[in-house]
């Protein structure tokens, strides 16, 4: 284990004097005062994310971070304003500050819920935005509007970005996404700041994170700035909530495949939350894997623990969250093999504001681990196991100065070690057990100080590498916004990204057990992409916006498998490359009633290995999704969703033939063999599957009962039953659907 005995004091002395040389000549006596802050529910003192803060008679505004906090620098001293404050589902409030020259003026602000039964949802990115945010391609989404969404048989975050425009799955039985034409392997998931290597349940059937323990989610679909790296395509950045700062209070709820509860409450320096839930009944997933034995357990079980110190000018806060997810499939017929595999997350942030300058910086040090194993037992299913464990320590500093441009830098150092045994058809055997330390340096500069456009142009320097073989030692990124006509905007992105860590991934597998992690083997280059992104953004209304999109990823020395093993010497893995290039488009109207959501894209998508091209899996020319979400009042909510998909590539049975398999004279008594049928493949994913669409509705009731909140939802997926073909049985060429019609229900208390 590699040791982190880094000295902090000197990192972190080293960027605050780079800081303050950078910004010496804009501290001159200028008339301009800063005002920042958080924002929190009134009842719980939870963070509120993406909340609006507006000067009243200025153009000076700016929405909440994920987190609640918001910084404005650059304010005209000498004046009080009366400061808006507003976000959907809470009463607005105003309140008046003094602005004072070179001054910080420090607040926590509290919005009360409204008592008027409206729909208290976020629609995606639903903010007063400002005209020169540098946001192209990213996605802020308050975690009640994915609960507000159809759920089928549980409330899933990753199934909910299916809504969004570029993001691709492979049908109802599974929650693993895809993004803009690239494998699920190269998105990158956070849970506070900790990457989660294996995130999902049940065979990837659903996700390991519960919605019960999120606040907010931001969601990068491409052209993510130089903080976030080390995968390929996509960043999902999951924070937590903090629990109930001003009284204890408990949830219960039960649905067709879990129970799960949740407890809260404040402590004497700050608050808790607590969350659990386990599966209940296998029965309901044998739907998902068309009628199969299915003998799942699994569990997740999260808390967090939260110090907050306010002073008049400053804001620090800590907490320790933990994070533990676990599944078993153990069949009692020895001739099935057993499955098992966890993760186990553990971190702790300090987030500090500095006195009397306008910079606030972050420090984490975490581990994350994944442990995955397939046990054959008599089967002829083949052994796999993997292990990862990675400690990461990081922090990064934000300066924004009188001009509100800001300077962004950090650093990140991480020890990863892998193991990996896996055996593939061919009884070609892969052992890797592999150790490496990474470190790297990033920073970026977001020129926001014309009202028009607005630049973030970063990079990032990989010091240190996993493989032995580097990749691009600096990965530069832009992003620009213009305004160029009232209410139309301009957005372009450019950058390079970097992967080190890769999975053995098998394009023939239809359900996928667990992707194994492995560092880049020292015969391989770290894969590169490319992405150019260009977008136009059209929000005229209040209640109304359209944004279109297209963009080009180039994917270069991607691993990819060996199928062609055969001995323990052959590579595990072979270089390939790949393209992605396609349209996005979405369409958001919204009132106290109606909430309206379209998004279309066309894309293509393209890989090749060994010299051949190929459409991966996942790529689909035209996908269109649309949801309806109405408030009746008293507390009814209803929701409608349908969802249209060309068809899949597959690869194509051409025939069978008898194929002589030698028996085990020990086992058989037999020296003769016995002919069995051989399925003989055409040219990978060369085939289409018919068109995939389906219609999902959910309707939900809120009431009070005492001292207690219930919530009663009934869902119906599928609801006409569409047959929505899976894949086609090798070895019988027979066809397997994915779920038919299927109606579930939740019930939830409060107290």
């Known amino acids: 284990m590699y040791s982190f005995q880094l000295q902090n004091k000197k990192f972190h002395s080293l960027f605050f004097f780079v800081l303050l040389t950078i910004f010496s000549t804009e501290i001159n006596s200028q008339q301009t005062g800063t005002f920042r802050g958080s924002v929190l529910d009134s009842l719980s003192g939870e963070a509120l994310p993406f909340t609006n803060i507006l000067l009243e008679k200025t153009a000076i505004g700016v929405s909440t971070d994920a987190k609640g906090y918001f910084v404005i620098t650059g304010i005209p001293a000498y004046q009080t304003y009366s400061v808006r404050v507003s976000f959907m589902g809470y009463a607005t409030k105003i309140l008046n500050i003094k602005i004072r020259p070179d001054e910080i003026t420090q607040v926590q602000i509290f919005l009360s819920p409204s008592n008027i039964q409206l729909q208290d949802i976020e629609k995606i990115g639903e903010r007063n935005k400002q005209p020169n945010e540098t946001d192209i391609g990213l996605q802020k989404i308050d975690i009640r509007k994915i609960e507000s969404l159809p759920k089928g048989v549980e409330t899933d975050i990753f199934r909910s970005l299916q809504f969004i425009p570029g993001v691709q799955s492979t049908g109802d039985v599974s929650a693993r996404y895809y993004v803009r034409g690239s494998s699920s392997n190269q998105n990158l998931i956070l849970y506070n700041g900790v990457t989660i290597y294996n995130p999902y349940h049940a065979l990837g059937l659903f996700s390991v994170i519960d919605p019960e323990i999120i606040n907010s989610l931001e969601f990068y679909k491409g052209g993510f700035p130089s903080e976030y790296g080390g995968k390929l395509s996509s960043v999902l950045n999951l924070i937590s909530k903090d629990g109930n700062r001003n009284r204890y209070s408990g949830s219960a ?38 009628y199969k034995n299915a003998p799942f357990e699994f569990h997740d079980l999260a808390f967090k623990l939260n110090y907050t110190s306010t002073k008049t000018k400053t ?102 070690e892998t193991e990996l045994y896996f055996e593939n058809l061919q009884s070609g055997i892969t052992n890797i057990k592999d150790k490496a330390l990474q470190f790297v340096l990033y920073g970026k500069y977001k020129f926001l100080q014309w009202e028009s ?37 301009l957005k372009g992105a450019w950058g390079v990204y970097t992967q080190e860590l890769i999975t053995l991934t098998n394009e023939n597998e239809v359900i996928s057990i667990f992707e194994p992690w492995v560092i880049t083997p020292d015969y391989l280059k770290p894969s590169e992409a490319i992405h150019y992104v260009l977008g136009l953004e059209f929000m005229s209304l209040s209640n109304f916006n359209f944004t279109v999109e297209v963009y080009y990823k180039l994917l270069k020395n991607t691993a990819e498998q060996n199928d062609k093993k055969a001995n323990s010497s052959d590579a595990d893995f072979i270089p390939g490359k790949g393209e992605s290039y396609g349209s996005e488009f979405m369409f958001n109207y919204q009132t106290h009633i109606l909430q309206a959501t379209a998004s279309y894209s066309l894309s293509w998508a393209y890989k090749e290995i060994d010299g051949w091209i190929s459409y991966p899996k996942y790529d689909s020319r035209h996908s269109l999704n649309l949801n309806l979400t109405f408030n009746f009042g008293k507390g009814w909510e209803s929701s409608v969703s349908w969802f249209f998909n060309s068809g899949l590539p597959f690869t194509q049975i051409i025939g069978y033939y008898d194929k002589l398999y030698v028996n085990d004279l020990f086992n058989t008594g037999s020296l003769f063999g016995s002919y069995n049928p051989f399925t003989v493949l055409g040219d990978r994913n060369l085939g289409r599957l018919p068109t995939y669409h389906r219609l999902d509705l959910n309707i939900t009731k809120k009431f009070e009962l005492d001292i207690f909140r219930i919530l009663l939802s009934l869902d119906i997926l599928n609801v006409y039953d569409r047959k929505n073909i899976f894949y086609f049985d090798r070895k019988t060429g027979g066809r397997v659907n994915m779920l038919p019609i299927l109606p579930t229900a939740t019930i939830r208390i409060e107290i």
């Open 253 to 290: 709820s039960i649905s067709f495949l879990t129970a799960k509860a949740s407890f809260e409450g404040p402590l004497p320096f700050g608050s808790f939350i607590i969350t659990g839930r386990k599966s209940l009944f296998s029965d309901v997933l044998k739907n998902f894997l068309n």
């Open 453 to 489: 456009f607005g630049a973030d142009v970063g990079t990032r320097l990989n010091v240190l590498t996993l493989s032995r073989q580097r990749g691009s030692i600096v990965e530069p990124r832009v992003s620009l916004t213009y305004n160029f006509l009232p209410n139309l905007i």
């Open 315 to 416: 804001l620090t806060r800590f907490n320790v969250h933990g994070f533990n997810s676990a599944d078993k499939l153990i069949n009692d017929n020895k001739n099935n093999a057993d499955y098992k595999w966890s993760n186990n997350i553990y971190g702790a942030n300090l987030f500090q504001e500095w006195e009397n300058i306008p910079l606030y910086s972050q420090s984490s040090l975490s581990l994350s681990s994944f442990n995955g194993e397939v046990i054959p037992k008599e089967s002829i299913t083949k052994p796999r196991k993997n292990i990862v464990n990675d400690i990461t320590l990081k922090s990064d500093f934000t300066y924004i100065n009188q001009n509100r441009n800001e300077v962004h830098v950090g650093y990140n150092l991480t020890s990863i």
